[in-house]
């Protein structure tokens, strides 16, 4: 049997999705200011670049 679903339940997955996302972005938003890449590829690109002098 499913048991009906309550407003506050969906409610509080909702807040806990929104300060997840807050979290992430605000990690994401001081990656991209330290001028390092958000993926593993991109990051491996620039400290390539870096070592040897390439723009």
Do not use: E, Q
């Not at 909702?14 to 890449?37: A, C, K, P, Q, Y």
Request: charged share 15%.
């Amino acid at each position: 049997m499913h048991k009906p679903k309550s407003w506050s339940n969906l409610l509080l997955k909702t807040l806990m999705s929104f300060i997840g996302i807050t979290i992430l972005s605000i990690g994401t938003t001081f990656l991209r200011g330290g001028n390092v890449g958000l993926d593993p590829f991109t990051a491996v690109n620039t400290g390539v670049s870096d070592k040897l002098g390439i723009g």
